[in-house]
């Protein structure tokens, strides 16, 4: 079982920069891929961005490219997301996920097994 906290949330202007921290209990032998979602107010859940354990893959939604950067510390299984140059439209509560290998898209929901509890990022104009 994985058990996924993150960290980092809070209040920013717009432009300004976070770093959110996604720390799992463990990092088993199928886990694959660690993935950043958000969901706003009133609004589905949506991808961040991901990145895959072996390969060192990143993956990002089109709105936060050039932005948001995801990285991870393979023997602390940790997972980070630092976000630059801020945006209202950014202010969600962010999730931090983890996937098993397989057949993957790394941009669906249904394809993380485990979630953390979220943080709240919120961007002020």
């Known amino acids: 079982q994985v058990q996924l906290v993150e960290s980092g949330g809070g209040l920013v202007q717009a432009g300004g920069s976070l770093r959110l921290s996604c720390a799992a209990s463990?990092?088993?032998?199928?886990?694959?891929?660690m993935g950043w979602f958000r969901q706003a107010p009133g609004k589905e859940r949506q991808f961040v961005a991901a990145i895959l354990w072996t390969s060192g893959n990143t993956y990002y939604a089109d709105s936060v490219k050039g932005r948001f950067t995801i990285s991870g510390d393979n023997a602390m299984n940790t997972v980070y997301l630092q976000m630059n140059n801020l945006k209202p439209e950014d202010t969600a509560v962010y999730y931090c996920a983890e996937g098993s290998a397989g057949p993957f898209n790394v941009r669906s929901r249904d394809n993380y097994s485990y979630w953390g509890q979220g943080t709240q990022v919120t961007v002020s104009s």
């Open positions: 463990t990092r088993t032998f199928n886990s694959y891929v």
